[in-house]
């Protein structure tokens, strides 16, 4: 029932104290467009007519390693950002870029003005004009340029040899006869819908979507419910400004050249007239921005950018040599972006747990993730057998009291207690403590916790095939791993002797409800975890068959020693209730 009051509590109470569905603090998008800029569909048409959808820019396409990108010179951005993989693409592609449509909402999009520093270029969105040369036909780099009399503009993307990475480079050169100032930012963006991103009895959704800022050994990890206030700025941010979910990830990475730059984030509310912010068609628009502090330029003096851009896959061997560049490449402060994947609270353990068990792919299962994750199930069950073996002698010691506890139980019925002074006695004793099998099963949650979060966050699962699972990281499409699941938990309930003292009520429902919930859960959650799941219930079936031939539940024989306490009944007024004697 508490539960149930907390629940409901946590699911409408605490909207209407926050204020859940009160509008979001963010100014709306304002920009001067250059006569020759055609407005996006988004932009208000100053004379009330409807909005049409602009032209096209000029596209540029770029091959590079293990992905296909096209960009535009409208926006002199990423359209598409496909990945190459099977793994990924499937039978067609896979596009990194949510947000195709719009030129604001384009990743690797420049701004050049702001509060301060706007004289050097009198828009804000202007026709980029891309330059046709070799490494252009060669699908290696994209030249856009733009000038006026005041400003010239050159932006240089480049495939990067790592995978999933383009090299971004901006010149700023002032035409003016005196001092300009500007201040250039880069974004990247996205946009998911609530049915996207919510998730399903314990399953969370592969999409739901986090922004990230890292500073140094810091990293800030804001939700789509953090920015109710708007905008949220870590100044000084030399890592990198990101988008990630469980498995994919957009970052933009400030170089040594251009100096350092702010992270700005915001997850953006895109609501419907009429529509409600949880609406499932209802969604945000995901922004992770690099601003760099405002530059004042003397005549003819020239500014140079560069960052680096991933868009891709969360695997950890590409993610730890991420940005370290190459021949040519731009240098990076602190390469590497490993803490994109967020392994929560027990991550140490995690990384550990993720290590071993990629390990185990590369060496002993040879590429089989399934085999890998049942033989890390394995070895984890016996690196903690130490604190399971203290647990099952707790066990095993309670056992070999029970015709006394049993005893007691019938003596005090109707005196909890004296029952519960008796019992302190005989645990005493006999040297037995009821609690410590409970300890050992605490100390081992936080290694269960952070395999949970590793099998859940893991990309390597990504489509990956296992018995019938056509996709580890999705739910078992025939239902038979919960069901199976299910029926080997009832099993695992059924050897468990009652412990002594447990309501039968309550173990009944230990027996049916628990098997019952996860069953329903494994609907839903990664066919990974219940792999690991199915083989973790399996082993405690093995191990619970162990202990019932080591010291079988029915207690001492007929004969054997037993505790040597005996139980008598004592009359009513020997028992003084409330001053702890018997």
């Given at each position: 029932v508490i539960a149930a009051a907390i629940f409901l509590f946590m699911k409408f109470g605490m909207p209407l104290i926050q204020g859940k569905d009160k509008p979001q603090s963010v100014p709306a998008e304002a920009y001067v467009n250059a006569p020759a800029f055609a407005p996006d569909l988004l932009d208000?048409?100053?004379?009330?007519?409807?909005?049409?959808?602009?032209?096209?820019?000029?596209l540029c396409d770029l091959v590079g390693n293990r992905f296909e990108a096209q960009l535009s010179s409208r926006g002199a951005a990423l359209v598409h950002f496909n990945l190459k993989d099977q793994q990924y693409a499937g039978g067609g592609a896979f596009d990194m870029s949510t947000t195709p449509d719009h030129e604001r909402w384009r990743s690797l999009r420049t701004l050049f003005r702001a509060e301060g520093a706007n004289d050097q270029l009198k828009y804000d969105r202007f026709p980029w004009k891309l330059e046709r040369g070799a490494d252009a036909a060669a699908k290696k780099s994209c030249t856009f340029t733009y000038a006026d009399e005041l400003v010239s503009l050159t932006k240089t993307v480049r495939v990067g040899e790592r995978p999933f990475e383009l090299e971004v480079t901006t010149e700023v050169k002032n035409l003016a006869n005196d001092t300009k100032s500007h201040r250039l930012a880069m974004g990247m963006y996205a946009f998911r819908r609530n049915e996207e991103v919510s998730g399903h009895l314990g399953r969370v959704s592969p999409f739901q979507s986090e922004l990230v800022c890292a500073q140094g050994k810091d990293v800030t990890r804001k939700t789509k419910d953090d920015f109710k206030d708007g905008w949220q700025t870590v100044q000084g941010a030399d890592r990198f400004a990101a988008i990630s979910n469980y498995y994919f990830a957009q970052a933009l990475v400030p170089t040594v050249e251009g100096g350092s730059a702010d992270c700005s984030i915001l997850a953006?509310?895109?609501?419907?007239?009429?529509q409600k912010r949880d609406d499932d068609k209802a969604g945000a628009v995901y922004h992770a921005r690099l601003s760099y502090p405002p530059r004042r330029l003397a005549k003819g003096e020239t500014a140079k950018y560069t960052q680096l851009?991933?868009?891709?896959?969360?695997?950890?061997?590409?993610?730890?040599?991420?940005?370290?560049?190459?021949?040519?490449?731009?240098?990076?402060?602190?390469?590497?972006?490993?803490?994109?994947?967020?392994?929560?609270?027990?991550?140490?353990?995690?990384?550990?747990?993720?290590?071993?068990?990629?390990?185990?792919?590369?060496?002993?299962?040879?590429?089989?993730?399934?085999?890998?994750?049942?033989?890390?199930?394995?070895?984890?069950?016996?690196?903690?057998?130490?604190?399971?073996?203290k647990s099952i002698s707790a066990t095993v010691g309670?056992?070999?009291?029970?015709?006394?506890?049993?005893?007691?139980n019938s003596k005090f019925a109707d005196d909890a207690q004296a029952k519960n002074l008796a019992m302190m006695e005989l645990w005493k004793k006999n040297g037995v403590n009821p609690f410590g099998g409970c300890l050992p099963q605490l100390v081992q949650m936080p290694v269960w916790f952070a395999m949970y979060t590793t099998l859940q966050t893991a990309v390597e699962m990504y489509h990956e095939r296992f018995l019938w699972f056509r996709d580890l990281s999705a739910p078992d499409p025939f239902y038979v791993l919960p069901i199976v699941l299910g029926g080997f938990m009832i099993l695992q309930q059924r050897i468990v002797p009652q412990q002594p003292g447990m309501d039968p009520a309550q173990q009944k429902m230990m027996m049916w409800l628990m098997p019952a919930i996860f069953t329903v859960m494994m609907l839903f959650l990664p066919a990974a975890l219940g792999v690991y799941m199915l083989t973790n219930s399996v082993l405690g079936i093995v191990q619970q068959l162990a202990v019932e031939r080591f010291a079988p539940s029915g207690g001492p024989k007929k004969g054997s020693a037993g505790s040597g306490i005996v139980v008598e009944e004592m009359p009513a007024t020997k028992v003084e209730l409330g001053k702890g004697k018997v």
């Amino acid at each position: 029932v508490i539960a149930a009051a907390i629940f409901l509590f946590m699911k409408f109470g605490m909207p209407l104290i926050q204020g859940k569905d009160k509008p979001q603090s963010v100014p709306a998008e304002a920009y001067v467009n250059a006569p020759a800029f055609a407005p996006d569909l988004l932009d208000p048409r100053a004379d009330g007519k409807p909005a049409e959808a602009p032209p096209e820019g000029e596209l540029c396409d770029l091959v590079g390693n293990r992905f296909e990108a096209q960009l535009s010179s409208r926006g002199a951005a990423l359209v598409h950002f496909n990945l190459k993989d099977q793994q990924y693409a499937g039978g067609g592609a896979f596009d990194m870029s949510t947000t195709p449509d719009h030129e604001r909402w384009r990743s690797l999009r420049t701004l050049f003005r702001a509060e301060g520093a706007n004289d050097q270029l009198k828009y804000d969105r202007f026709p980029w004009k891309l330059e046709r040369g070799a490494d252009a036909a060669a699908k290696k780099s994209c030249t856009f340029t733009y000038a006026d009399e005041l400003v010239s503009l050159t932006k240089t993307v480049r495939v990067g040899e790592r995978p999933f990475e383009l090299e971004v480079t901006t010149e700023v050169k002032n035409l003016a006869n005196d001092t300009k100032s500007h201040r250039l930012a880069m974004g990247m963006y996205a946009f998911r819908r609530n049915e996207e991103v919510s998730g399903h009895l314990g399953r969370v959704s592969p999409f739901q979507s986090e922004l990230v800022c890292a500073q140094g050994k810091d990293v800030t990890r804001k939700t789509k419910d953090d920015f109710k206030d708007g905008w949220q700025t870590v100044q000084g941010a030399d890592r990198f400004a990101a988008i990630s979910n469980y498995y994919f990830a957009q970052a933009l990475v400030p170089t040594v050249e251009g100096g350092s730059a702010d992270c700005s984030i915001l997850a953006e509310d895109w609501v419907a007239d009429g529509q409600k912010r949880d609406d499932d068609k209802a969604g945000a628009v995901y922004h992770a921005r690099l601003s760099y502090p405002p530059r004042r330029l003397a005549k003819g003096e020239t500014a140079k950018y560069t960052q680096l851009a991933f868009l891709g896959p969360k695997e950890r061997d590409v993610l730890a040599g991420a940005t370290r560049g190459g021949s040519g490449a731009a240098a990076v402060t602190n390469p590497g972006l490993n803490d994109l994947i967020n392994l929560g609270f027990f991550s140490p353990v995690a990384k550990v747990l993720i290590s071993f068990l990629v390990f185990l792919h590369a060496k002993v299962t040879f590429g089989n993730w399934g085999l890998a994750i049942i033989l890390m199930t394995l070895c984890v069950r016996l690196l903690l057998f130490p604190l399971t073996w203290k647990s099952i002698s707790a066990t095993v010691g309670m056992r070999k009291l029970k015709p006394e506890v049993d005893a007691i139980n019938s003596k005090f019925a109707d005196d909890a207690q004296a029952k519960n002074l008796a019992m302190m006695e005989l645990w005493k004793k006999n040297g037995v403590n009821p609690f410590g099998g409970c300890l050992p099963q605490l100390v081992q949650m936080p290694v269960w916790f952070a395999m949970y979060t590793t099998l859940q966050t893991a990309v390597e699962m990504y489509h990956e095939r296992f018995l019938w699972f056509r996709d580890l990281s999705a739910p078992d499409p025939f239902y038979v791993l919960p069901i199976v699941l299910g029926g080997f938990m009832i099993l695992q309930q059924r050897i468990v002797p009652q412990q002594p003292g447990m309501d039968p009520a309550q173990q009944k429902m230990m027996m049916w409800l628990m098997p019952a919930i996860f069953t329903v859960m494994m609907l839903f959650l990664p066919a990974a975890l219940g792999v690991y799941m199915l083989t973790n219930s399996v082993l405690g079936i093995v191990q619970q068959l162990a202990v019932e031939r080591f010291a079988p539940s029915g207690g001492p024989k007929k004969g054997s020693a037993g505790s040597g306490i005996v139980v008598e009944e004592m009359p009513a007024t020997k028992v003084e209730l409330g001053k702890g004697k018997v």
